[in-house]
């Protein structure tokens, strides 16, 4: 798989540092050449409970505001809480923060490629050229009905306000921003591998969701919901009239079962679980559509924090008709003995920050 937003790639240290900041959490993992397969040799989450309490507490939102400072901090503990050595990180961009669209052109070589994107950005783009960075990665190719050769070329934008405010975080916590990527791409990379099987990758927040579609572990289409985690503590909250904080710990107990004493609970969660399912079968058709002679999706993975709750496998799974399960991106990464207990309760996750990780031993 490319490797588009390589603005900032540079060669880095045999240790890579890789961090995913989110809406309400800083991940980090740390990472060296194995015996047979990369190594995690230090890790850390940071999750700040606030949102829970007060909707806008949180590091970034969807309108492209991230708060340096708060970011900036978090990151600062938890780099001296974990000790880690690497100074020169990775980090991932969220979808909401990119602008992403495929458009499709006659087979051309590179040069006139790169000549037509650009110009081509100029039209999609809702900023001016010169206040963003461009890339952009082949998806697919087609015959369209004059028997010519066309090639689906996914877009991709970054406001560089964006990019400096991410540089801003690093450099205040110490670091070197090597490379930013798109954390659907670090997903796929983690979760699909080099499994060709069409997947639909969907990653579970804490305020969005992000469905992937992958073919030939590829990332195809791309889209994303705020029916989220949060949203179903919030339901519960309002519902059972509790603090939002009782109703996290409740989520996590007891998760969402169809039958038991806990079915009562579920059904206040299930209209928002209904909704993220609603938003992968749009994604669904919206894939064909775009892609007429595509394969059918044949799996799904769960991932993100979502992915820990009780019963959500087995509900996807029925709703959506496909075999679900849950992210292991660990399985492609050594890592200490003492870890693997916490193993199956972190795989969700970290898939985007050891997916990022993963690039630098492609």
Known sequence: MLNPLGFLKQKISPSYLAVDIGTTSVKLVEVRRGKQLPEVTNYGILESSGHLLRANKVLQTSNLKIFEDEAAELLKLLIRETKVQARDALASLASFSVFMTVLDFP???GGEV???MVFQARQY?????SEVAIDWLKVGEFEDQKGQRRQQILLISVPQEQIKKYQKIFLAAGLRLSALELESLSVVRALAGNDPTPTIIIDIGSRSTNISLTEKSQLKFNVQTDFAGASLTQALATSLSINPLRAEELKKERGILTTGPSYELSTIMLPFLDAIINEVKK???????????AAKMERVIVTGGG?????????????LGLPVVKAAPFSRFEYPAVMEPLVPELNPHMSVVLGLALREFA
Do not use: C
Request: glycine share 6%; hydrophobic share 35%; proline share 9%.
């Open 125 to 129: 783009i809702p900023l001016p050229i």
């Open 114 to 116: 790169e000549k037509t």
């Open 307 to 319: 992915a820990n709750l009780l019963g959500v496998e087995k509900y996807f799974q029925t709703e």
């Open 283 to 293: 994604a669904q058709f919206s894939y064909q559509s775009q892609f007429p002679g």
């Open 107 to 109: 087979e051309m070589e």
